[in-house]
């Protein structure tokens, strides 16, 4: 070996070593503290020959209707085109009449739908008016459903005293059953992420099956044909209560769903690519006004037992501002007092996600938090000559993207869902009115667009006057563990720079010196929450 030689090898393996770790590096490294990061997505491959299998399977075990179904062998079937699967073909044709849009998913969509069994009855001469709930265990019509190019979602529910051997107490109301199915996961930085129990009863049919209860919901978690599955009832994780749904109550409501699951529809389409973390891009021009503290800098004293917030430099998804104009202050509305600097309508913004509330969110400091952000209009200025004529009373609210709305008529809250090849996200506003929200036809199914005006700023929360005149906004993401709350600051403030065409001035004697982490890189590289005295604050 010549001389040197060794330390040379050497370093050049330190160099190869250094070459395959830098993508990790990349994503696990801090960035500058006042730039806001785009999330990653992780694509996944569906195996749509498997779920033919199945479908045969469920078709051959009916021969009366078996002959209906044409199932093109194996070695013939084109990689991406569905005209050579005529049996899927046929089915989406059945389930089309129930699940408008259901060929728009890529992903198989499981329901709780026997169609095998609602052909035969069709080809028996059943009543055109027989029961749906029949073919789909005693589960009612769907409430919602949405199909588009990252998966679906659909809502069921099950009546007080529907099922056969179900217990009579789960059914003082109506239990809500949600079921999405996703070929794009969001990747976050989750502690408690891919935690949970088996289901031994379930172990055949689901082998990956995990059963647990996260942010108010017991959820069932489970990949299929290469596509990840979450179903998932609203329930509380203690004893009984007279209005709501203990958790140990809705596991054998969730388990007649999950054993009801069949091929319901979808179709083969061309595979989703991952997305990639970036850089946001944001307005070159400072705003003279516009200023903003720290993501995770919520008010002292204000989180869940001396929990501090949690700093998340992620912008989630480019969105249109939530309020129709400018300027808007995100402010806290439960202790906006303790805040003595400013007033609940001024500069800087504080981040408020992390405020003391009964509201389980991971990202916070004991597990509890708001889940959201509060945003205010600004006062109405004094009348006067040359300006506009303001009532503070109709702020308007405006759809951030293009969307489906989920929403029951009786809900103060709605949800718009963005699914499409690079996002499967939702997006909830609270406190608007009802009434003017049904007058409008904002409910299930409505599909708005971006900029499109769904409501005005109110102070609903179980009545009128619930609460102060303000804007609850929140943000979920669809991971292995289903519809998971992340913080919506570093989004809201991206959004409010592009509608006012400026960039904000970060504010706070920890940035100079303080990176905030990449909020999907490991946990271990997640900064920890800090300690402050904490406070409890009414619900919000």
């Known amino acids: 070996m010549p001389p040197g030689g060794e330390a040379v090898g050497r370093n050049s393996l330190?160099?190869?070593?250094?070459?395959?770790?830098?993508?990790?590096?990349?994503?696990?490294a801090p960035i500058a503290a006042d730039e806001f990061r785009s999330p990653s997505l992780t694509a996944l491959r569906i195996e749509w020959r498997a779920a033919l299998d199945q479908l045969r399977s469920e078709i051959n075990s009916r021969p009366q209707i078996?002959?209906?179904?044409?199932f093109a062998p194996r070695r013939s079937v084109p990689r991406y085109d569905p005209r050579a699967m005529p049996a899927l073909v046929q089915l989406n044709?059945?389930?089309s009449r129930f699940f408008t849009g259901i060929t728009r998913s890529p992903v198989p969509v499981l329901l709780p739908f026997d169609a095998a069994a609602y052909l035969d009855a069709q080809r028996s001469g059943a009543p055109a008016t027989l029961a749906l709930?029949?073919?789909?265990?005693?589960?009612?019509?769907?409430?919602?459903?949405?199909?588009?190019?990252?998966?679906?979602?659909?809502t069921f529910s099950l009546d007080p005293g529907a099922g056969d051997g179900m217990p009579s107490r789960v059914y003082a109301r109506p239990v809500e059953v949600q079921i999405t199915g996703s070929a794009l996961l969001y990747d976050i930085a989750d502690p408690a992420g891919g935690k949970g129990e088996p289901v031994k009863p379930l172990a055949a049919t689901y082998p990956d099956l995990r059963r647990f209860i996260r942010e108010g919901y017991v959820r069932y978690a489970f990949t299929r044909f290469g596509a990840?599955?979450?179903?998932?009832?609203?329930?509380?994780?203690?004893?009984?209560?007279?209005?709501?749904?203990?958790?140990?109550?809705?596991?054998?409501?969730?388990?007649?769903?999950?054993?009801?699951l069949r091929v319901a529809?979808?179709?083969?389409?061309?595979?989703?690519?991952d997305v990639a973390s970036n850089i946001i891009d944001r307005p070159a021009v400072r705003s003279p006004d516009f200023s903003y503290r720290p993501s995770g800098d919520i008010i002292p004293n204000t989180g869940y037992r001396k929990q501090g917030g949690h700093p998340d430099a992620m912008a989630y998804a480019q969105i249109r501002f939530p309020l129709e104009k400018?300027?808007?202050?995100?402010?806290?509305?439960?202790?906006?007092?303790?805040?003595k600097s400013e007033g609940p309508t001024a500069y800087p913004?504080?981040?408020?996600?992390?405020?003391?509330?009964?509201?389980?969110?991971?990202?916070?400091?004991?597990g509890y938090g708001h889940q959201g952000e509060d945003i205010r209009a600004a006062d109405c200025p004094p009348p006067g000559e040359g300006r506009e004529p303001c009532d503070s009373k109709r702020r308007g609210v405006v759809a951030v993207r293009d969307a489906i709305v989920i929403r029951g008529t009786k809900d103060q809250a709605a949800t718009l869902q963005v699914n499409s090849r690079t996002e499967h996200i939702r997006f909830r506003y609270m406190h608007m009115n009802p009434h003017v929200m049904n007058a409008d036809g904002v409910i299930n199914g409505r599909i708005v667009t971006e900029g499109e005006k769904i409501g005005v700023i109110s102070n609903y929360l179980d009545r009128p006057a619930g609460t102060s005149m303000h804007l609850h906004f929140d943000v979920q993401v669809f991971t292995r563990d289903g519809w998971i709350w992340v913080s919506p600051y570093a989004t809201l403030v991206s959004a409010y720079e592009r509608l006012i065409r400026a960039r904000g001035r970060e504010i706070g004697p920890e940035i100079a010196v303080t990176a905030q982490p990449v909020a999907h890189a490991l946990p271990e590289d997640v900064l920890k929450p800090d300690l402050r005295e904490g406070a409890g604050g009414e619900e919000n």
């Open 326 to 339: 400018a300027p808007a202050f995100v402010r806290s509305q439960s202790f906006g007092k303790r805040d």
């Open 265 to 273: 529809g979808g179709q083969r389409m061309r595979p989703l690519a």
């Open 349 to 366: 913004w504080r981040d408020n996600f992390c405020e003391s509330r009964s509201f389980e969110v991971w990202q916070c400091g004991g």
């Open 228 to 260: 990840a599955y979450v179903v998932s009832i609203q329930c509380l994780d203690s004893v009984a209560r007279p209005r709501r749904l203990a958790c140990k109550e809705a596991y054998p409501v969730a388990e007649r769903f999950l054993k009801a």
């Open 133 to 154: 709930a029949r073919y789909q265990a005693d589960f009612n019509p769907v409430d919602m459903f949405d199909a588009g190019p990252a998966g679906y979602s659909a």
């Open 14 to 28: 330190r160099f190869v070593s250094l070459l395959l770790a830098l993508p990790s590096l990349l994503v696990a």
């Open 66 to 70: 078996a002959g209906d179904f044409i």
């Open 93 to 95: 044709a059945v389930s």
